[in-house]
């Protein structure tokens, strides 16, 4: 299997956007983008993933 990634969006404390890309013995399985936004959250921030 072979898992790859490409970073789209990068905003430093704010959100991360990148799409991800698995395929198996060389034929194409599954393909998803995901968005990481950073909120702040007391004296550190939560993880939101979409």
Do not use: N, Q, W
């Not at 072979?2 to 399985?29: M, N, Q």
């Amino acid at each position: 299997m072979t898992f790859t990634s490409t970073y789209h969006d990068i905003v430093p404390g704010r959100r991360i956007v990148y799409s991800s890309r698995l395929a198996a013995e060389g034929r194409h399985a599954k393909v998803s983008v995901t968005t990481v936004e950073f909120l702040p959250d007391g004296p550190g921030c939560r993880p939101v993933l979409t």
